[in-house]
Protein backbone atom coordinates (compact mmCIF):
# COMPACT_ATOMS: atom_id res chain seq x y z
CA UNK A 1 0.00 0.00 0.00
CA UNK A 2 2.40 2.53 1.05
CA UNK A 3 4.68 1.52 -1.84
CA UNK A 4 1.83 1.99 -4.13
CA UNK A 5 1.58 5.71 -2.68
CA UNK A 6 5.68 6.59 -2.71
CA UNK A 7 5.50 5.54 -6.27
CA UNK A 8 2.40 7.99 -7.55
CA UNK A 9 2.57 10.29 -5.17
CA UNK A 10 5.25 12.54 -6.79
CA UNK A 11 4.26 13.78 -10.26
CA UNK A 12 6.25 16.00 -12.42
CA UNK A 13 4.17 19.08 -13.41
CA UNK A 14 3.51 18.46 -17.05
CA UNK A 15 2.16 14.90 -16.08
CA UNK A 16 0.23 16.79 -13.42
CA UNK A 17 -1.42 19.30 -16.01
CA UNK A 18 -2.19 16.37 -18.67
CA UNK A 19 -3.73 14.19 -15.53
CA UNK A 20 -6.07 17.22 -14.92
CA UNK A 21 -6.80 17.62 -18.11
CA UNK A 22 -7.67 13.84 -18.85
CA UNK A 23 -9.44 13.63 -15.11
CA UNK A 24 -11.92 16.73 -16.45
CA UNK A 25 -12.45 14.66 -19.89
CA UNK A 26 -13.14 11.99 -18.20
CA UNK A 27 -15.50 13.52 -15.15
CA UNK A 28 -17.50 15.54 -18.16
CA UNK A 29 -17.93 13.12 -20.09
CA UNK A 30 -19.43 11.03 -16.97
CA UNK A 31 -22.24 14.16 -16.42
CA UNK A 32 -22.96 13.89 -19.96
CA UNK A 33 -23.66 10.37 -20.54
CA UNK A 34 -25.72 10.48 -16.85
CA UNK A 35 -27.88 13.96 -18.22
CA UNK A 36 -28.44 12.41 -21.51
CA UNK A 37 -29.57 9.44 -20.62
CA UNK A 38 -27.66 5.68 -21.64
CA UNK A 39 -30.05 4.05 -23.70
CA UNK A 40 -30.89 6.92 -26.72
CA UNK A 41 -27.70 7.26 -29.55
CA UNK A 42 -26.49 10.38 -29.20
CA UNK A 43 -25.89 12.80 -32.28
CA UNK A 44 -23.85 15.95 -32.57
CA UNK A 45 -23.92 18.55 -35.10
CA UNK A 46 -22.36 22.20 -35.75
CA UNK A 47 -24.78 24.58 -35.65
CA UNK A 48 -27.94 24.76 -33.50
CA UNK A 49 -30.57 24.83 -37.05
CA UNK A 50 -29.26 21.38 -37.37
CA UNK A 51 -30.78 19.85 -34.40
CA UNK A 52 -34.21 21.12 -35.70
CA UNK A 53 -33.18 18.87 -38.63
CA UNK A 54 -32.29 16.12 -36.49
CA UNK A 55 -34.99 16.05 -34.27
CA UNK A 56 -37.56 16.82 -37.60
CA UNK A 57 -36.90 13.22 -38.59
CA UNK A 58 -36.02 11.19 -35.54
CA UNK A 59 -38.02 13.10 -32.84
CA UNK A 60 -36.93 11.65 -28.99
CA UNK A 61 -35.55 8.94 -30.44
CA UNK A 62 -32.17 10.61 -30.27
CA UNK A 63 -29.69 13.06 -27.97
CA UNK A 64 -28.72 15.87 -30.28
CA UNK A 65 -26.26 17.92 -28.87
CA UNK A 66 -25.17 21.77 -30.72
CA UNK A 67 -21.63 22.86 -30.56
CA UNK A 68 -22.50 26.21 -31.22
CA UNK A 69 -24.74 28.35 -29.50
CA UNK A 70 -27.24 30.71 -31.86
CA UNK A 71 -25.75 33.48 -29.71
CA UNK A 72 -22.08 32.71 -31.01
CA UNK A 73 -19.67 33.12 -34.23
CA UNK A 74 -18.49 30.29 -35.67
CA UNK A 75 -15.36 32.56 -36.26
CA UNK A 76 -14.90 32.43 -32.78
CA UNK A 77 -15.76 29.31 -32.03
CA UNK A 78 -13.01 27.31 -29.64
CA UNK A 79 -14.05 23.45 -28.29
CA UNK A 80 -13.97 23.45 -24.64
CA UNK A 81 -12.61 20.74 -22.85
CA UNK A 82 -16.40 20.14 -22.02
CA UNK A 83 -17.47 20.36 -24.87
CA UNK A 84 -14.88 18.38 -26.06
CA UNK A 85 -16.27 15.41 -23.71
CA UNK A 86 -19.20 15.60 -24.39
CA UNK A 87 -18.50 15.22 -28.30
CA UNK A 88 -16.69 11.90 -27.58
CA UNK A 89 -19.88 10.74 -26.45
CA UNK A 90 -21.04 10.77 -29.80
CA UNK A 91 -21.84 8.30 -32.64
CA UNK A 92 -22.53 10.23 -35.15
CA UNK A 93 -21.19 14.21 -36.08
CA UNK A 94 -23.33 15.45 -38.77
CA UNK A 95 -21.45 18.23 -40.51
CA UNK A 96 -22.14 21.13 -42.44
CA UNK A 97 -19.26 21.72 -44.66
CA UNK A 98 -18.07 24.97 -42.40
CA UNK A 99 -14.62 26.05 -41.64
CA UNK A 100 -15.03 26.39 -37.80
CA UNK A 101 -15.11 21.86 -38.23
CA UNK A 102 -11.98 21.64 -39.31
CA UNK A 103 -9.70 21.41 -36.31
CA UNK A 104 -13.10 19.97 -34.50
CA UNK A 105 -12.43 16.81 -36.91
CA UNK A 106 -8.29 16.71 -36.15
CA UNK A 107 -9.19 17.27 -32.59
CA UNK A 108 -12.02 14.35 -32.17
CA UNK A 109 -10.16 11.82 -34.80
CA UNK A 110 -6.86 12.21 -32.06
CA UNK A 111 -9.16 11.62 -29.36
CA UNK A 112 -11.62 8.62 -30.74
CA UNK A 113 -12.29 6.72 -33.34
CA UNK A 114 -15.72 5.76 -32.82
CA UNK A 115 -17.31 8.69 -34.07
CA UNK A 116 -18.74 8.32 -37.64
CA UNK A 117 -18.63 11.97 -39.49
CA UNK A 118 -21.22 12.61 -41.97
CA UNK A 119 -21.02 15.56 -44.35
CA UNK A 120 -24.33 16.27 -45.20
CA UNK A 121 -23.13 19.37 -47.88
CA UNK A 122 -21.42 16.38 -50.22
CA UNK A 123 -23.99 17.00 -53.51
CA UNK A 124 -24.68 20.83 -53.23
CA UNK A 125 -22.99 22.82 -55.66
CA UNK A 126 -21.95 26.03 -53.33
CA UNK A 127 -21.82 29.39 -54.47
CA UNK A 128 -18.84 32.04 -54.10
CA UNK A 129 -19.46 35.24 -51.78
CA UNK A 130 -20.21 38.21 -54.03
CA UNK A 131 -16.49 40.30 -54.42
CA UNK A 132 -18.44 44.11 -54.60
CA UNK A 133 -15.36 45.24 -52.56
CA UNK A 134 -16.83 48.60 -52.57
CA UNK A 135 -16.19 49.32 -55.86
CA UNK A 136 -13.30 47.77 -56.81
CA UNK A 137 -10.70 50.67 -55.79
CA UNK A 138 -7.57 52.01 -56.53
CA UNK A 139 -5.03 49.33 -55.10
CA UNK A 140 -7.74 46.50 -54.85
CA UNK A 141 -5.79 43.55 -56.18
CA UNK A 142 -7.85 41.03 -57.80
CA UNK A 143 -9.20 38.33 -54.73
CA UNK A 144 -9.71 34.38 -55.12
CA UNK A 145 -13.12 32.94 -54.27
CA UNK A 146 -14.11 32.61 -51.11
CA UNK A 147 -16.67 29.63 -51.32
CA UNK A 148 -20.19 30.94 -49.23
CA UNK A 149 -20.86 27.85 -46.30
CA UNK A 150 -24.38 29.16 -45.38
CA UNK A 151 -25.95 25.84 -47.30
CA UNK A 152 -28.68 26.15 -45.02
CA UNK A 153 -30.51 29.29 -45.61
CA UNK A 154 -32.07 27.76 -48.57
CA UNK A 155 -34.83 25.70 -47.68
CA UNK A 156 -34.17 23.92 -50.79
CA UNK A 157 -30.95 23.22 -50.00
CA UNK A 158 -31.63 21.54 -46.95
CA UNK A 159 -34.32 19.31 -48.84
CA UNK A 160 -31.56 17.95 -50.39
CA UNK A 161 -28.97 17.81 -47.19
CA UNK A 162 -32.03 15.41 -45.42
CA UNK A 163 -31.32 12.37 -47.29
CA UNK A 164 -27.79 12.16 -45.87
CA UNK A 165 -29.09 12.87 -42.06
CA UNK A 166 -32.18 9.96 -43.37
CA UNK A 167 -29.63 7.39 -44.01
CA UNK A 168 -27.65 8.01 -40.85
CA UNK A 169 -30.22 7.97 -38.74
CA UNK A 170 -31.77 4.77 -40.77
CA UNK A 171 -28.40 3.02 -39.38
CA UNK A 172 -28.77 3.99 -35.98
CA UNK A 173 -32.59 3.34 -35.55
CA UNK A 174 -33.27 0.11 -37.91
CA UNK A 175 -36.25 -0.48 -35.90
CA UNK A 176 -37.61 2.71 -36.76
CA UNK A 177 -37.13 2.92 -40.15
CA UNK A 178 -40.93 3.84 -40.85
CA UNK A 179 -40.94 6.58 -38.30
CA UNK A 180 -38.07 8.00 -39.73
CA UNK A 181 -39.58 7.70 -43.23
CA UNK A 182 -42.64 9.25 -41.89
CA UNK A 183 -41.05 11.75 -40.31
CA UNK A 184 -38.92 12.60 -43.56
CA UNK A 185 -41.21 13.32 -45.88
CA UNK A 186 -43.24 15.37 -43.47
CA UNK A 187 -40.74 17.80 -43.06
CA UNK A 188 -39.25 17.92 -46.44
CA UNK A 189 -43.54 18.33 -47.34
CA UNK A 190 -43.20 21.28 -44.68
CA UNK A 191 -40.11 22.84 -45.91
CA UNK A 192 -41.66 22.83 -49.58
CA UNK A 193 -44.67 24.82 -48.22
CA UNK A 194 -41.69 27.02 -46.71
CA UNK A 195 -40.12 27.57 -49.37
CA UNK A 196 -43.72 28.83 -51.45
CA UNK A 197 -45.15 31.02 -48.85
CA UNK A 198 -41.05 32.81 -48.92
CA UNK A 199 -41.19 32.88 -53.18
CA UNK A 200 -44.73 34.87 -53.17
CA UNK A 201 -44.07 36.84 -50.30
CA UNK A 202 -40.36 38.15 -51.85
CA UNK A 203 -41.72 38.26 -55.53
CA UNK A 204 -42.50 41.52 -55.29
CA UNK A 205 -38.77 42.74 -54.66
CA UNK A 206 -37.28 40.12 -57.22
CA UNK A 207 -34.01 41.90 -58.61
CA UNK A 208 -33.70 44.75 -55.38
CA UNK A 209 -30.39 44.54 -53.15
CA UNK A 210 -30.41 43.27 -49.81
CA UNK A 211 -27.17 45.04 -47.49
CA UNK A 212 -26.03 42.86 -44.74
CA UNK A 213 -23.12 42.96 -42.52
CA UNK A 214 -21.81 39.70 -42.76
CA UNK A 215 -22.20 37.58 -46.10
CA UNK A 216 -24.18 35.01 -44.49
CA UNK A 217 -27.46 35.74 -46.94
CA UNK A 218 -26.35 34.71 -50.07
CA UNK A 219 -28.29 31.55 -50.76
CA UNK A 220 -31.25 32.55 -49.10
CA UNK A 221 -31.70 35.70 -51.07
CA UNK A 222 -30.39 34.69 -54.80
CA UNK A 223 -33.40 31.58 -54.04
CA UNK A 224 -36.04 34.40 -54.10
CA UNK A 225 -34.43 36.53 -56.79
CA UNK A 226 -32.69 39.03 -54.50
CA UNK A 227 -28.90 39.88 -54.18
CA UNK A 228 -26.54 41.02 -50.82
CA UNK A 229 -24.26 43.61 -50.81
CA UNK A 230 -22.22 43.39 -47.00
CA UNK A 231 -20.27 45.76 -45.03
CA UNK A 232 -17.70 42.92 -44.23
CA UNK A 233 -14.95 42.89 -46.92
CA UNK A 234 -13.40 39.11 -46.70
CA UNK A 235 -13.89 39.60 -42.79
CA UNK A 236 -12.81 42.89 -42.51
CA UNK A 237 -14.16 46.82 -41.56
CA UNK A 238 -14.21 48.99 -44.94
CA UNK A 239 -11.56 51.32 -45.37
CA UNK A 240 -12.68 54.47 -45.44
CA UNK A 241 -12.89 54.96 -49.53
CA UNK A 242 -14.73 51.52 -49.20
CA UNK A 243 -17.05 52.81 -47.31
CA UNK A 244 -17.84 55.94 -49.11
CA UNK A 245 -18.66 53.76 -51.88
CA UNK A 246 -20.61 51.57 -49.76
CA UNK A 247 -22.65 54.53 -48.81
CA UNK A 248 -23.05 55.68 -52.31
CA UNK A 249 -24.54 52.38 -53.52
CA UNK A 250 -27.05 52.05 -50.46
CA UNK A 251 -28.44 55.52 -51.12
CA UNK A 252 -28.47 54.71 -55.01
CA UNK A 253 -30.70 51.02 -54.36
CA UNK A 254 -32.64 53.92 -51.62
CA UNK A 255 -32.14 51.06 -48.75
CA UNK A 256 -32.99 51.94 -45.36
CA UNK A 257 -32.07 49.38 -43.21
CA UNK A 258 -29.01 47.15 -42.71
CA UNK A 259 -29.44 43.88 -41.41
CA UNK A 260 -26.90 42.58 -38.82
CA UNK A 261 -26.49 39.10 -37.26
CA UNK A 262 -26.51 39.19 -33.04
CA UNK A 263 -23.20 37.10 -33.58
CA UNK A 264 -21.61 40.24 -34.63
CA UNK A 265 -21.22 43.83 -33.31
CA UNK A 266 -23.70 45.87 -34.67
CA UNK A 267 -21.52 49.58 -33.98
CA UNK A 268 -20.24 50.05 -37.77
CA UNK A 269 -23.36 48.89 -38.97
CA UNK A 270 -25.22 51.51 -37.16
CA UNK A 271 -22.81 54.38 -38.15
CA UNK A 272 -23.28 53.14 -41.57
CA UNK A 273 -27.07 53.54 -41.20
CA UNK A 274 -26.94 56.48 -38.92
CA UNK A 275 -25.22 58.32 -42.21
CA UNK A 276 -28.14 57.33 -44.44
CA UNK A 277 -30.78 58.35 -41.76
CA UNK A 278 -31.52 54.14 -41.87
CA UNK A 279 -32.11 51.60 -39.39
CA UNK A 280 -30.19 48.36 -37.89
CA UNK A 281 -32.50 45.13 -38.39
CA UNK A 282 -31.46 41.85 -36.74
CA UNK A 283 -31.98 38.81 -38.31
CA UNK A 284 -30.00 35.62 -37.21
CA UNK A 285 -28.75 32.91 -39.72
CA UNK A 286 -28.26 30.32 -36.41
CA UNK A 287 -31.67 30.22 -34.72
CA UNK A 288 -32.55 26.48 -33.65
CA UNK A 289 -36.77 27.46 -34.71
CA UNK A 290 -35.58 27.10 -38.33
CA UNK A 291 -38.70 27.56 -40.04
CA UNK A 292 -40.17 29.99 -37.69
CA UNK A 293 -36.98 31.93 -38.05
CA UNK A 294 -37.08 31.52 -42.19
CA UNK A 295 -40.23 33.57 -42.46
CA UNK A 296 -39.19 35.89 -39.79
CA UNK A 297 -35.92 36.47 -42.17
CA UNK A 298 -38.34 37.28 -45.04
CA UNK A 299 -41.00 39.33 -43.41
CA UNK A 300 -38.25 41.42 -41.97
CA UNK A 301 -36.67 41.73 -45.70
CA UNK A 302 -40.03 42.72 -47.71
CA UNK A 303 -40.19 45.32 -45.26
CA UNK A 304 -37.13 47.03 -45.60
CA UNK A 305 -38.20 47.95 -49.46
Known amino acids: MFAWFDRFSIIQPKTMRFFKQTSFISLAA ?3 TLSYGATKPKIMVSIPPQKTFVQAIAGEEVDVMALLKPSQSPNTFSLTPRLLAGAMQAE ?3 LMGIPME ?3 IAKLQ ?3 HSIQFIDTSLGIRKRSIEDHSHGHLENDSPHPHITDPHIWLSPGLVIVQLQHYYRALKELLPDK ?3 LNKNLSGFR ?5 TDEKLSQMLKPFAGNTVFVYHPAFGYFLNRYGLRQETVEIRGKQPSPKQLQYLIRSIKVHNAKIIFVQPQFDRKSAK ?3 DSIGGTVM ?3 PLAENYVENLLHMGESISKSF
Not at 189 to 193: K, N
Open 30 to 32: FCF
Open 92 to 94: VYF
Open 102 to 104: EPI
Open 110 to 112: RQT
Open 177 to 179: EEL
Open 189 to 193: RFLRE
Open 271 to 273: AIA
Open 282 to 284: GID
